[in-house]
């Protein structure tokens, strides 16, 4: 029997249970959905192979690594410049990014960085101020972070199939 393109219910709950736990086991999931271990393990072979699973990681509290400071940087780019400068705010600040995107609105671009005090933030400012095609930045303190999680299963998945 061909493979389906679609999602399975099964799968997706495979998943949920990933993004719940990375290090639970195949045999952990598969007694709480009721499968064997070795279709579970063929399942989650195939997120992979679909690219629904792009990798695994540990979550790290950056506090006990000297970078307890979160900020949002919004970068404003001369025209046509946002995606070069993007590639080069990720290049140049590596070890203070979490992340960078590309943007609508009056901004261009929005970054998520780590940095241990006003010292090294500005360091990383004097980095990214130095990218050639940036026009402005404004820089704001995370006072408090209510949620964060790196992925999500919506409820409602088009396509999935029993």
């Not at 719940?20 to 086991?25: F, L, V």
């Not at 992340?99 to 609508?104: K, P």
Request: proline share 5%.
């Amino acid at each position: 029997m061909p493979r389906q393109k679609g999602l399975t219910v099964k799968e997706l709950n495979i998943l949920r249970k990933l993004v719940d736990n990375g290090r639970i086991t195949y045999t952990q999931i598969a007694r709480e959905l009721g499968m064997s271990p070795a279709g579970v393990m063929k399942k989650v072979k195939r997120l992979e192979e679909l690219g629904l699973i792009k990798g695994y990681t540990a979550i790290v509290d950056h506090g006990m690594l000297g970078k307890g400071y979160k900020y949002i940087i919004l970068v404003k780019t001369e025209p046509g410049k946002h995606t070069e400068v993007a590639k080069k705010i990720a290049e140049v600040a590596a070890d203070n990014v979490l992340e960078v995107h590309e943007i609508t609105g009056p901004f261009d671009i929005v970054v998520k960085a780590l940095a241990g005090d006003q010292a090294e933030l500005n360091d990383l400012l004097k980095k990214i101020m130095s990218i050639p095609g940036i026009r402005e930045t404004n820089t704001s303190l995370v006072l408090d972070t209510v949620k964060e999680r790196p992925s999500i299963v919506p409820e409602k998945v088009p396509g999935v199939t029993k």
